[in-house]
Every structure is written in structure tokens, then in C-alpha cells.
């Protein structure tokens, strides 16, 4: 895991630069720096876990029938969000 | 209430204190050669949180100019004076919106990111007014509330009895939704028809005759949102495409892919900007 924007202390002196590595070391660091908040590369863990999403997306689509392109929409969209978890939590058989 | 009494009540509300009077003034504002650009970034410039919210977010990597504007009368040069009002307008509105409906600023943002991703593709060549008229496309459903809240209260509880969508529950307790009250409000603040059209039609593009493909655009962005399930936009449920829009757009699925994704990841960044 890389930082994706520099860190700085309170006084807006960069500590750490953008893109450095969080080492165990770096993380005990930045702990007794009190630092709040941080920056890292990717996109955050999503708060739900993939099942529940799934059938969030289902109740989404409940009202939707026969409409044209919809089923297209909800396959790309439950692909979509599927890539967003690790591949270990992705159904092996689709 | 009949359509004018609502759309006289509607129009006055730019004079809500939220809304910064250098904002306020730069709504009546028309872009026309002869204003000066700079001069105009000096109103702008005298607020201080203003200006400094509005440069925060056009350096953000989703405009696409990052860590490369200083001032304003930079802002109003490189995207025009349009984009600036709408994202002013927008920064203001911002905290109403929460205040309106948890979740609409969420789904605003989000259609914002994703109709600009969408318009690059299709190689649009203001892609930040695309992404400007999605960021307000649901602006009627702030002026609403904020002007007639027991009313909106209600149509918000009936499309959550009836499981309809909150545009149908509108109409029944006001003689128009939300899209048409977002067109008089566009046009009351001097937007081009490039902004107005995607407001006011964003449920109906085909009646879009000056801006179709911008239309179109924001149509499906907020479709696509809504399928995603970010944030709230008054209902729990996803509205059919316009399927001619559909046709007519021919993004591939790679396309689609590629856009979404761009969109989970600026979005993250977005939401802290306006902070």
C-alpha cells in the first residue's frame, strides 16, 4: 500500500512525500505523530459485503420488467460491482 | 397549486440565505464577450471561502487541470464563466442538499463524475459543462423542498409506500417534478440551453432539440448512479433508459466498464473536497 498524497504535520511541512511505501515502521510512525487521517492508492474496501450488495441491486431493479437494455445495464452493473472486492469473495461459478 | 403558482414560488429561490450574494449576483450574470474575466474573478475573489472551496475543486484530478489553477480569473478562463457559476452554485447549494434529502449530494457528485467520464468518451468538447449540468440536474428537488417542505415530505412518503419513483410521486402532489422546476431555474439564472436542456429533460431526452447528446448523457449517468446504488436521490429504485438514448450513445460495455470505474475512484476523492 502506497501513499497517494503527501503527508504533512500540523504546521504543513511535508513529512512523507506522495507514493512512499506503509511499512509497519511508517505506520507506528505516523501513529505517534498524531495524524488523523491519511491518502492511500485504490479504491477503499466497500462497506458491505459483495452478498449484500447483490441483493440491494436486485431490490433496485425489482420495479424494472421487460424494459429494453435493463438487463444489459444490471449485468454490467453486478460485474461492476463484483470487481470491486477482492477475487476471493467473488462466486466461483457465474 | 397550479404549475405558475409553483413556478413563481420556485424562482425566488436564489434569495435563500445559503446562497452567497457574490453567487447570487453572478447568477443573473450572462457570458458575453464583453465582460471581463478578470474582473469577474475580483467579485469572486472578495469571498474568501468561496474562492477557496471553488479552487480546491477544480484542482481535484477529476477536472482534469490538477494543482495547475491559482486564482479565479484562471478558473473562469480555462473552463468559462458557465462552469464556474455552476460549480459555485453547486458549492453553495451543497450543505441545503444534504439538508434536502440525505444522500442527493452523493448522487449528484456522482452523476457529475460519471456524465463527464461519458462525455470524453463520446469526445465532447465541454465535458465540464456536461459534468456541471449533471452535478445540478436534480437542483429542482432542493428548490422544491426548500419551498414547499410538507409537500415534498409527502411525495417523498408516497414513493416509499407506493414503491414508485419520486419524479412519478411528485406529480402527484405538485403539477410538475422536479425537472421541469430545475428548467425554470436554469433558465432564470442565464445558463446556456448546453446546461438547461440536461436539467430540464434529464427524464425525458428525446425532447431535447438544442443539447441532445448532453441530454442524453446525463440521462444515463443518473440511471447508471441509481443502478449503482450511490447515495439518495428520493427513491431506492432504478429508472428505465430512454431506450433511444441508449441507441444513440452506443457506449460499448468496455466503455461503461472503464467510465464506472472512474467514477468509484474520483468519487472517494470528490467528497472531501467541498469540506
Redesign the interface.
Known amino acids: 500500500m502506497k501513499l497517494a498524497k503527501s503527508v504533512q504535520n500540523e504546521t504543513g511541512m511535508t513529512m512523507f512525500g506522495e507514493g512512499t511505501v506503509l511499512t509497519e515502521q511508517f505506520i507506528s510512525r505516523l501513529q505517534s505523530m498524531n495524524i488523523p487521517s491519511l491518502?492511500v492508492e485504490g479504491?477503499?474496501a466497500p462497506s458491505r459485503s459483495m452478498e449484500e450488495?447483490l441483493l440491494?441491486?436486485d431490490?433496485?431493479?425489482?420495479?424494472?420488467g421487460e424494459?429494453?437494455?435493463?438487463a444489459?445495464?444490471?449485468k454490467?452493473?453486478k460485474?461492476?460491482?463484483e470487481?470491486?472486492y477482492p477475487e476471493h469473495e467473488r462466486p466461483t461459478a457465474s | 397549486m397550479n404549475a405558475q403558482q409553483l413556478r413563481d414560488q420556485i424562482e425566488q429561490v436564489d434569495s435563500l440565505p445559503t446562497i452567497p450574494p457574490v453567487v447570487r449576483k453572478l447568477l443573473s450574470t450572462i457570458d458575453s464577450p464583453t465582460l471581463s474575466l478578470t474582473e469577474l474573478g475580483n467579485v469572486i475573489s472578495k469571498d474568501q471561502a468561496l474562492t477557496a472551496r471553488l479552487l480546491k475543486m477544480v484542482n481535484s484530478p477529476i477536472y482534469g487541470f490538477p494543482g495547475r489553477i491559482s486564482s479565479v480569473s484562471q478558473a473562469l478562463i480555462l473552463l468559462g464563466l458557465n462552469v464556474v457559476k455552476g460549480m459555485l452554485l453547486g458549492i453553495s447549494v451543497f450543505e441545503i442538499m444534504e439538508k434536502t434529502m440525505m444522500g442527493l449530494w452523493e448522487h449528484s457528485l456522482s452523476t457529475a463524475v460519471l456524465a463527464r467520464s461519458i462525455a470524453m468518451r463520446k469526445g465532447l468538447n465541454e465535458p465540464e459543462e456536461v459534468m456541471v449540468s449533471a452535478l445540478l440536474h436534480d437542483i429542482g428537488k432542493v428548490a422544491m423542498k426548500t419551498k414547499f417542505s410538507e409537500d415534498y415530505e409527502a411525495a417523498l412518503s408516497i414513493s416509499e409506500k407506493e414503491?414508485?419513483l419520486i419524479r412519478d410521486a411528485e406529480e402527484k402532489v405538485f403539477p410538475l417534478s422536479h425537472a421541469e422546476a430545475g428548467g425554470w431555474l436554469s433558465k432564470k439564472w442565464n445558463f446556456p440551453v448546453t446546461l438547461i436542456e440536461p436539467i430540464a429533460y434529464h427524464h425525458k431526452p428525446s425532447l431535447a432539440k438544442n443539447a441532445p447528446l448532453q441530454t442524453a448523457i446525463v440521462h444515463l449517468a443518473d440511471?447508471?448512479v441509481?443502478?449503482?446504488?450511490i447515495g439518495f436521490a428520493g427513491d431506492?429504485?432504478?429508472p428505465?433508459?430512454n431506450?433511444r438514448t441508449?441507441?444513440e450513445l452506443a457506449l460499448t460495455?468496455s466503455d461503461?466498464?472503464e467510465a464506472?470505474?472512474t467514477m468509484?475512484?474520483s468519487v472517494?476523492?470528490a467528497e472531501d473536497l467541498v469540506i
Do not use: C, N
Not at chain 2, 226 to 229: D, E, K, L, N, Q
Open positions: 491518502y479504491t477503499a450488495e440491494f441491486l431490490e433496485r431493479f425489482k420495479k424494472i424494459e429494453p437494455h435493463m444489459i445495464i444490471k454490467i452493473m460485474e461492476h460491482i470487481s470491486l | 414503491e414508485i440511471v447508471l441509481r443502478a449503482r446504488g431506492r429504485l432504478v428505465a433508459v431506450p441508449w441507441e460495455e461503461m466498464r464506472l470505474m468509484e475512484d472517494q476523492e
